[in-house]
């Protein structure tokens, strides 16, 4: 049974940092991984994305502020996000595809101005 747990969400000030953590249990992370996010009332969205082969992308609205990295040993994949904004809430998922599309429960992120 494949499982992803996002934690790590909480509530931030405008400008601080928080982490993100997506452990994956099941299915190994080298594969096409991906952190989403959702707003209320709007679609949900690309924020990071990882391949298999450790080519990265990120949105537009994040570059330069937020990180995704991944740690082999404990299967999980991570999102540093720094300077962090307002319109950065949303609940984040992380994405797992390997063979089938895997997702987490979400973890929410609110950050206040």
């Known amino acids: 049974q494949v499982q992803l747990v996002e934690s790590g ?4 000030q405008a400008g601080g940092s928080l982490r993100l953590s997506c452990k994956v249990s099941g299915k ?4 096409n991984m991906g952190w989403y996010r959702q707003a209320p009332g709007k679609q949900r969205e690309l924020v990071a994305s990882m391949s298999a082969g450790s080519d990265i992308n990120y949105a537009d609205s994040v570059k330069s502020r937020f990180t995704v990295s991944r740690d082999m040993g404990k299967n999980t994949m991570y999102l540093q996000m720094n300077r962090l904004r ?8 992380c994405r797992l595809v390997a063979g089938w599309d895997y997702w987490g429960q ?8």
């Open 9 to 12: 969400g909480g509530l931030v």
């Open 28 to 31: 190994n992370i080298r594969n």
């Open 86 to 93: 307002p319109e950065d809430t949303a609940v984040y998922y």
């Open 106 to 113: 979400g973890t929410q992120v609110t950050v206040s101005s």
